[in-house]
């Protein structure tokens, strides 16, 4: 096994090739659109595009996003090592034209030209008790990820007070206010409770889990339910043209918050649902 | 389906209504941020020419460089118009552009432009990277490569067939503003 192939083929079919949670939603809001509306002809493009990425293995998206990972080790293993592969790995992919540059010198403005950069791209490991390294892979597009807020309740705008009413409202109003903005349809990932920075990574952290799947909590997964079909109420539609989808789902997660903050952590993800899972296991690489 | 080949008059872009379908052909030109930013700031000659009465793609594209030095372009759907929104207007009036292409529309500022100088503004569809680099027939140049990098360079570019809808016209209409009010009152009625 050569592992720095084997992580250029995991950004490449991040890039190139949709998961089939994501593209069967995509159809099933075709389907529902009016014959004729601008929101028909937009996921008939959709469509078609992820038709002739996959077949020409060229990047659905211009935008290839941030590469952020997530590593799950097992104990003795080295962050060091996966992260150099990697870097090496990120930067063959750019010259294959699976990525685009995206690593930006803040200070310079320079481009790197190869999306290896300071802290880029991203990490999170973690250390479990298998013997076999799981790699987690999102592409988050610089547009969708421009639409993600953090909400702290109470908040008066919207009336919104520090229960799952509140969590409700706040949900909504950025919604409404990514509309044109993200790539509708958008999947939704939400945390609530934690700090700034943990809110943050639990709303992004849900973007792992496959359309349709609920929240073991009953009660959060009624919300998240209640919450998919009131945003499509609004009517945004497709790259807000109008239309009855305007997200395809939305994830809840909660974690236990300090008694003086309440943060609501909103992540929007783009129609270009990118995320793809690598397992090594006794030498050999396995992809989902 | 309306086909539409640049030059573009300004008559013609001034029979564009919002909803219009359209298959665009000719040589058009990507700028985002930087450009647009150069082009109010120091309103350089050397696009003049390909900018008079086509059509700006606020594109970020990935793009190839083949063995005999020409470039391909791989996947180039739109970036976020909103961000032009400061430098668009007097773009299309300095240069005489009839068009512009992009997602997400825009504002006030820009609509007025539309309607003052004779353009339109096209909405590609957003994300569809691959389909759209397949209308992209030829890269003619590119400007300010080394300085701005590749997804804020100046591409001029030979496109067949682009396909767009109309979402804001010459006559002050424009769909971004329906949806906005509409959700808007939606969005009140559920937080109420």
Redesign the interface.
């Known amino acids: 096994m050569d592992l720095k192939q084997s992580f250029v083929e995991l950004l490449r079919r991040a890039a190139t090739d949709l998961s089939p949670d994501v593209e069967n939603a995509l159809k099933q809001a075709h389907d529902r659109e009016e014959d004729g509306s ?1 929101a028909k ?2 996921f008939r ?2 469509l ?2 992820v038709r ?2 996959r077949e ?1 293995s ?7 996003g941030s590469l952020i990972f997530y590593i799950d080790l097992p104990v003795g293993e080295k962050e060091e090592y996966y992260i150099n592969i990697i870097k090496e790995a990120a930067e063959e992919a750019t010259k294959k ?1 699976y ?3 995206n690593a ?1 010198n803040p200070i310079t403005g ?2 790197s ?1 190869n999306n290896v950069g300071i802290n880029a791209p991203y990490f999170h490991f973690h250390q479990w008790d298998k013997g076999e390294v799981r790699v987690r892979l999102m592409l988050k ?1 610089g ?1 969708s990820e ?1 639409v993600g807020t953090q909400y702290k309740l109470p908040y008066g705008p ?2 919104a007070g520090r229960d799952l009413a509140g969590v409700r ?1 706040v949900i ?2 950025a919604v ?1 206010k990514a ?3 993200g ?1 509708a349809p958008g999947t939704l990932g939400i945390g609530i409770g934690g700090d700034r920075v943990t809110s943050y990574a639990l709303s992004k952290e849900q973007f792992f889990r496959k359309l349709g799947d609920r929240n073991p909590d009953k009660e959060i997964a009624e919300f998240e339910l209640s919450l998919k079909d ?1 945003l499509n ?5 497709p ?4 239309g009855k989808t305007t997200v395809l789902d939305v994830f809840v997660g909660y974690q236990h918050r300090h008694p003086a903050t309440f943060y609501v952590a909103i992540s929007y993800m ?3 649902f990118r995320r793809k899972t690598m397992t090594i296991k006794n030498g050999e690489v396995y992809y989902d | 389906m309306i086909k539409l080949k640049v030059p573009i008059s300004e008559q013609d872009i001034r029979k564009l209504k919002v ?1 219009d ?1 359209v298959l665009l052909s000719g040589t058009i030109v990507t700028a985002r941020d930087q450009a647009h930013k150069l082009m109010i700031e120091e309103k350089p000659d050397f696009i003049r020419e390909y900018l008079k009465e086509s059509v700006i793609y606020h ?6 460089k083949n063995d005999d030095g020409s470039w391909s372009f ?4 739109p ?2 118009s ?1 961000r032009e929104e400061p430098y668009q207007a007097d773009v299309i009036c300095e240069y005489n552009v009839r068009g512009v292409i992009g ?3 825009m504002r006030e500022k820009t609509l007025e432009g539309l309607k003052k100088c004779g353009a339109v503004y096209f ?1 590609a ?10 209308s992209v027939k030829k890269v003619k140049t590119v400007f300010k490569l080394e300085e701005f ?3 804020e360079a100046f591409w001029v570019i030979e496109v067949e067939d682009f ?1 767009v ?1 109309v ?1 804001m016209d010459s006559h002050g209409n424009s ?2 503003e ?3 009010e ?3 009152k ?2 009140e009625e ?2 109420k």
């Open positions: 601008p002809a937009v493009t959709i078609e595009n002739l990425a020409q060229t990047p659905m998206c211009q935008d290839t034209q990525l685009r540059p930006v320079k481009n030209g597009g547009g421009n919207v009336h409202k909504i109003d409404y509309q044109g903005l790539c009131d109420k609004l009517n945004i539609g790259m807000g043209f109008g783009c129609w270009a | 909803g379908e594109c970020g594209p990935i793009v190839k791989v996947s180039a759907g970036t976020t909103i997602k997400g529309g909405h569809v957003g994300g569809a990277g691959t389909l759209i680099a397949n990098g590749s997804p396909p809808i979402t769909l971004h329906k949806i906005l509409q959700s808007g939606t969005a559920l937080i």
